[in-house]
């Protein structure tokens, strides 16, 4: 049996002002190996990732986000063994 060590991480990214930035930040999270999906809230500056940790994590994630021009808070990190 194979089993995906998934990962939630959770970050606040308070200069992220418009949807122009979120698609920037969603796309240059997209880009990264082991992420699964990303969601963006523009109006609570909050970005949610959920990835692979055997592929990345959660400060590579931060990093991207800070790389995108944008600074980045981790909120919390939750682990999910699926």
């Avoid at 909050?46 to 994590?57: E, H, L, P, W």
């Avoid at 021009?69 to 699926?82: S, T, V, W």
């Amino acid at each position: 049996m194979i089993y995906l060590s998934k990962q939630s991480a959770y970050f606040r990214v308070p200069d992220m002002a418009d949807d122009h930035g979120s698609k920037i930040i969603k796309k240059d999270i997209d880009s990264i190996r082991g992420v699964i999906s990303v969601s963006v809230n523009v109006s609570t500056n909050k970005v949610s990732v959920d990835y692979d940790s055997t592929g990345t994590s959660c400060e590579k994630i931060k990093d991207q986000i800070e790389k995108s021009g944008f600074k980045a808070q981790l909120i919390a990190n939750q682990d999910h063994i699926m």
